[in-house]
């Protein structure tokens, strides 16, 4: 069995991803955390760090970095706060692996910061890619670091493609999408969707953000860009699948189509991105082929859930255009959450804010963090 020490900082460890990728660490001692970061749940926080001992803790609220500091004043555990802070804790010295497990745009920074700082990154966070693609991938390479996917259909494409000599062989990525909890819903009859009825997902139990993207065919639409610039293709077809089993298929230029199977359960495409290019053996998670007398595949349907339409025009449009769309949904969501806009009222912010903003060719950060704001400034105008 592998056994050599994996050195990992999480940022984002109290969220869906982080406290899973925890678990795998609980399993596996030779897995060593180096530093957790959260926003502001201190609670769970203090617990984490108390039990895995990292040399630093990253609180990105302020007022809750003072809180913690207090809390683990008996331990020699670091509490740093802020952008620093969280930045501190992606270039901690002594991890080699930084899994990127916090959620939005929040994410490209600390992901650019510890790609300079020469970690390989273990990539949850698809909007560090959606938003600077362009400018993370050239970094990676530059500094000769490895982007692994943890995102399932990504990290199945990248195992479906370990058999792969030449890119060009590749004929197109055959992208798999649960469709959600409204799957073969029309449009009025979303027209009542609450932020509950949305939380719902059938298959998957993911953060808020990430479940409500999912029933938008937004978060299918992240995936088509953060695809795009895993694999440098967007030759990119999505096919609903609603057992969540196959999690994604290459087909090659023979229509030689290659799949990688398995039970809906994060810990799997977590443990393979830590552990790459070696496996370790997983506990409880088997896929029981005799559960499943059908597997489904069906077109999305993108007249009702149009976002994902407006996915590939950001990316043909290339540019800033993607940072609107992820931005203006981050904002939309989050007004949607708090009842202040409707359930359809997410992919038609989106589509105003695409129309409005004029893209960028080739975006510095600079332009990337001025659109976020200005897309934002847009969605929070429409409530
Ligand atoms: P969660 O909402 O469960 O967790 C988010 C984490 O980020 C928490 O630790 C949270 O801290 C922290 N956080 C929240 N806001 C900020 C901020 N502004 N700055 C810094 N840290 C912040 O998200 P998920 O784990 O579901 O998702 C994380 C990422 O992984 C997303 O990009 C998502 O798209 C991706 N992903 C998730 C999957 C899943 O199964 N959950 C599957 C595939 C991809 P606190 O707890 O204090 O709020
Ligand atoms: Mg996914």
Known sequence: MYREEI?????????????????????????????????????????QAREFKPRLVAVTNEEKAKDLKIKLADTDIKVVSGREGLNAAATVQE?????????????????????????????ANKETLVTGGHIVTRLASENGVS????????????????????????????????????????????????????LNHPNWNMGAKVTIDSSTLVNKGLEVIEAKWLFGTDNIKVLVHRQSVVHSMVEFCDNAVIAQLGVPDMKLPI????????RLPMINNELDFTK??????????????????????????SGVKPTVFNSADEAAVELFLKDKISYLGISEAIRTAMDKIKNIESPTI?????TDRLAREIVYSLQ
Request: glycine share 4%; charged share 20%.
């Open 147 to 198: 982007i692994i996917p943890v995102d399932s259909e990504h990290s199945a494409i990248f195992q479906s493609l370990q058999g792969c000599r030449n890119k060009s062989e590749v004929k197109r990525i055959l992208l798999t999408a649960s469709g959600g909890p409204f799957f073969c819903k029309t449009r009025e009859e979303l027209i009542n969707i609450t932020p509950a009825d949305a």
């Open 271 to 278: 443990q393979y991105a830590l552990t790459y290019p070696h």
């Open 366 to 370: 600079d332009d990337i963090f001025e």
């Open 95 to 123: 991890a080699n692996t930084v899994v990127t497990a916090v959620v939005g745009i929040s994410g490209l920074e600390p992901t650019i910061e510890a790609i300079k700082a020469k970690k390989n990154i273990a990539l």
């Open 7 to 47: 050195k990992i900082a999480i940022l984002g460890s109290t969220g869906s991803i982080g406290t899973q990728t925890l678990e795998i660490a609980r399993a596996y001692p030779q897995i060593k955390i180096c530093a957790i970061s959260a926003h502001s749940n201190i609670d769970l926080l203090e617990k």
């Open 292 to 317: 499943y007398h059908n597997l489904t595949f069906d077109e999305p349907d993108t007249d009702t859930f149009f976002a994902l339409s407006l996915a590939f025009d950001a990316l043909k449009q």
